[in-house]
């Protein structure tokens, strides 16, 4: 068995089995790859430059070649349409990545709770997530410098500085250095090398005082190279001694000191490091730091095992997989460059023929070089002696050239899928509107295998930036803290659990855009989801309008106009319950609050009823009608509190109880006013009872008095009519009796005096 060199840079396993602590040997091994890597790189730097160089605007010739044949007459002018083909497949991908509701669709593996079915954790952490990132103004920035760098040269690199920020900044191609055997695929690369700078202040910050010193040396940095490249990046060092009249490093210090940014920016240079990543025996990652101007003798950082794998550290986007192989990816700079080059050449050559068709041609009639002078007077034009003009008309066929061009184009179309909306040319026929509709649909738009690789590369990003924003143990003094502690808790405020954001159990992946990048089709295929929106359910249907009005005024303006629903408020048997509910309590009736209840939807619906009675209180007291509305409010903020009650059993509706039961102390204090005007109206109520009651005794007493006095009036009256009556019967009884006697006395005379016997007088009754 061969003994491995113990002078390679890249170490091997021992003839023991055992592997090295970490595959590069020390820090000149590390500068002695990046240096070869870098050589390597040279053949595929030049071409890549000439690409850039159409795309920036080089003419097809080198001016100087056109002078010294005597050519610069000719029109030498790049028309930008490699310029327009990038600008314009890039603001696909922008459509893509941006024209979406949320940058991501997440699935955190938790199920709906029953008890609030309009909360969606993913939908929740989609929108917070989402939040998070567009409020950090690079990524804009960096995203489109990644997918132009895609575009031109096939690769665009997105890189994290260490293992806590979930920021990632974007790279050219240039500064990627890779062997040239590695192979097309993230996890196969065994080495990376990524060229970029630091700032005199940020490195600075590292050693600032005992602490910061302290805490960057058990990170893995070397305090003294850090002051070495310090100062190294020094523009003037000699004046920089005496300016604080010190050493270089305490005047670069105190510099530093006193305003970081503008030291860094006027006194020192960038300090330019390369940023190895290689891939350990056990699969971890290792990332070393080492200047890059020149060999020092240790690394700037030291990372060793610091990522589980190379998804961690970067991530690629690629336009293609090329034939497996790193080197072999091209973009769609490589693709065009011939035939934009080319389309250049015959354009300048129809400006040329145009030109010399157009021009005034002399024939010299003597030998001889000789200076020309033509003069114009007005219409009149005066020949230089020894010439004559040509009666002749040089026609080139410029048909034919602008022919040959629109077939390079077609060539082009037809081997990257890069289409024009309309060729150029004289005499075009007009189109058709299906053939306007058929090329709409094609301007601009992706490949169908391009969107999903482009996809692929996308879910990466956002895995890893979500995987570090939602990371518990993020450090305080890392950057981007606090804009990762500020998701968390926006998270954890809406009620999302804290195993929903794991990243070992959440899987996240970017949103789809309509339209595969290309905004005439997300016209297109938005008023075909309006048209089908008949039968969709009435999530569907909002969000077929949702996105159709995306379409029209793009997704930042849509809630604007269509605020998205939550389910919640979307009508469900819950609702329909919860509204016989309410009819129940405004009928006085006691309402059993169930514990399987959704108590989110019921709060919705049972707390506007509540809020309209006391809003109609508050506004006019005396049109409210208490009787009724006392004992619905009184049962309904019961009603309410058994379901608050339920909420507050768990623990991360911490936030929503508190504004609910700010709601229940709102109405409970309307409920107070209804209470007190009704007790004062009930005792007005009562008092004029009394009142009436007094009132109505003394009718009733008046009206007894006025009974009797009449009563005693008709007795006495019917009393004198009795002994009237009653004296004038005795009148006529002692009348008829008197009478009576008379005649039995005159009856009895005359029977004597018949008889013959005399009797005397009789005496005269004594009155009674």
């Known amino acids: ?86 600008d314009t497949n890039a603001a696909s991908i922008w459509e893509l990545d941006m024209e979406v509701p949320r940058l991501i669709t997440v699935d955190c593996g938790l199920d709906v709770d029953p008890q609030r079915p309009g909360i969606n954790y993913n939908d929740i952490i989609a929108e917070e997530y989402t939040r998070a990132v567009m409020d950090w103004p690079d990524y804009f920035y960096n995203r489109m410098l990644c997918t132009k760098e895609m575009l031109v040269t096939g690769i665009g690199p997105m890189f994290w500085t260490d293992r806590y920020d979930w920021r990632p900044q974007a790279a050219k191609r240039a500064s990627m250095l890779v062997p040239p055997n590695s192979k097309a695929a993230i996890g196969q690369i065994e080495l990376i090398g990524i060229r970029h700078s630091y700032q005199a202040h940020e490195l600075y910050a ?223 026929p007009e189109r058709t509107a299906t053939e306007v509709t058929t090329e709409e649909r094609k301007a601009a738009k992706l490949e169908k295998n391009q969107i999903s690789i482009h996809y692929l590369h996308l879910d990466a990003l956002h895995k890893e930036m979500f995987r570090r924003l939602a990371n518990p143990s993020y450090p305080s003094e890392a950057p981007g803290y606090e804009e990762a502690k500020a998701f968390r808790d926006r998270c954890k405020k809406r009620g999302v659990p804290s195993e929903a954001l794991d990243p070992k159990t959440a899987r996240v992946k970017a949103m789809r855009a309509i339209g595969n990048g290309s905004a005439v089709m997300h016209d297109m295929v938005t008023r075909e989801l309006v048209s089908m929106a008949g039968a969709m359910d009435e999530i569907g249907r909002r969000n077929a309008m949702r996105d159709r009005v995306a379409s029209l005024v793009g997704q930042t303006m849509v809630n604007r106009y269509l605020p998205e629903a939550g389910r919640d408020q979307i009508p469900t048997s819950e609702h329909s319950l919860a509204m016989l509910e309410n009819n129940d309590i405004m009928a006085g009736q006691q309402v059993v609050v169930g514990v399987d209840q959704p108590h989110a939807i019921h709060w919705l619906v049972h707390l506007p009823k509540l809020m309209e009675i006391a809003s109609a209180f508050m506004q006019n007291p005396g049109q409210v009608n208490l009787q009724m509305a006392l004992p619905a409010m009184q049962i309904g903020l019961q009603h309410l509190s058994q379901h608050l009650q339920e909420f507050a059993r768990d623990p991360s509706r911490k936030g929503q109880v508190q504004v609910m039961e700010g709601q229940i102390k709102e109405l409970a204090k309307v409920f107070q006013q209804m209470q007190k005007i009704a007790q004062a109206q009930a005792q007005q109520a009562q008092q004029a009872q009394q009142q009436q009651q007094q009132l109505v005794a003394q009718a009733q007493q008046v009206m007894a008095d006025r009974e009797t006095q009449t009563k005693l009036a008709e007795i006495q009256k019917n009393f004198e009519v009795k002994m009237a009556n009653m004296i004038k019967q005795n009148e006529i009884r002692t009348a008829k009796a008197i009478h009576s006697m008379r005649l039995s006395d005159m009856k009895a005379a005359a029977d004597l005096q018949r008889k013959g016997i005399v009797q005397p007088e009789p005496a005269e009754p004594e009155p009674t």
Request: proline share 5%.
């Open 206 to 428: 590292k050693i600032a005082d005992e602490k910061a010193t302290r805490l960057a040396a058990e990170a893995g940095w070397s305090t003294d190279l850090i002051r070495e490249v310090i100062i190294r990046s020094a523009k003037n060092s000699e004046n920089a001694d005496g300016r604080f009249q010190g050493t270089l490093i305490e005047s670069l210090q105190q510099q530093l000191k006193n305003n970081d940014f503008a030291a860094s920016e006027n006194y020192c240079n960038p300090i330019r490091v390369i940023q190895l990543l290689v891939k350990e025996y056990s699969g971890k990652v290792s990332r070393h730091i080492i200047y890059e101007d020149e060999e020092l003798p240790g690394y700037l950082y030291v990372g060793q095992d610091e990522y589980d794998s190379m998804q961690q550290a970067l991530c690629l986007f690629m336009w293609n997989i090329g034939d497996g192989y790193f080197k072999s990816v091209k973009g769609l700079g490589h693709r065009i460059y011939p035939h934009v080059e080319l389309s250049n050449r015959f354009i300048n050559s129809t400006v040329d023929g145009a030109s010399m068709s157009s021009s005034f041609i002399l024939e010299p009639t003597t030998g001889g070089a000789q200076k020309v002078n033509v003069m114009r007077l007005g219409p009149v034009t005066i020949l230089p002696s020894g010439f004559r003009a040509i009666q002749h008309t040089f026609a080139p066929n410029l048909t034919g050239l602008i022919g040959v061009r629109n077939m390079l184009h077609q060539i082009l179309n037809n081997n990257t899928g890069v289409y024009k909306k309309q060729l150029e040319g004289p005499e075009l």
């Open 1 to 86: 068995m061969e003994t491995p060199d113990p002078n390679a840079p890249i170490q091997t396993l021992t003839p023991t089995g055992r592997a090295p602590k970490s595959r590069i040997k020390d820090c000149s091994a590390a500068y002695q790859l990046y240096v070869s890597i870098k050589d390597a790189d040279a053949e595929a730097a030049r071409y890549r430059t000439k690409i850039q160089g159409l795309i920036d605007g080089n003419p097809p010739y080198r001016a100087s070649d056109l002078e010294a044949n005597a050519q610069k007459w000719r029109s030498n002018v790049n028309f930008r349409e490699a310029e327009s083909i990038i």
